[in-house]
Nanobody, 113 residues
Framework: QVQPVESGGGLVQPGGSLRLSCAAS????????VTWYRQAPGKLRESVAV???????NYADSVKGRFAISRDNIKNTVYLQMNSLKPEDTAVYYC???????WGQGTQVTVSS
């Protein structure tokens, strides 16, 4: 079954940057709304950034001005550029489309000095 594959996470110091990638086979993302989510230990999964098929974007208040979502329709990949990272951004990051498909493994982002 098709699942997103998230990558690009890692350990970064506060103030640093990371670029996450979300890929899926075929054209599963084509024209669809794709969302980046994150889940911190002991917390519910939350939406952080959304991009429509036409490229319109929306962000959670907690990441507005620091994160940027984009998509490459040829590569069927959605990206999340994360700048000015804070310790509270530490979480496992997932992506998914609407309607939802089975969740991938996510990619761990840890922001710590």
């Amino acid at each position: 079954q098709v699942q997103p594959v998230e990558s690009g996470g890692g350990l970064v110091q506060p103030g640093g940057s990371l670029r996450l990638s979300c890929a899926a086979s075929g054209s599963i993302f084509s024209g669809k709304i794709v969302t980046w989510y994150r889940q911190a230990p002991g917390k519910l999964r939350e939406s952080v950034a959304v991009i429509t098929g036409g490229g319109s974007t929306n962000y959670a208040d907690s990441v507005k001005g620091r994160f940027a979502i984009s998509r490459d329709n040829i590569k069927n990949t959605v990206y999340l550029q994360m700048n000015s990272l804070k310790p509270e951004d530490t979480a496992v990051y997932y992506c998914n489309k609407l309607p939802l498909i089975p969740w991938g493994q996510g990619t761990q982002v840890t922001v710590s000095s």
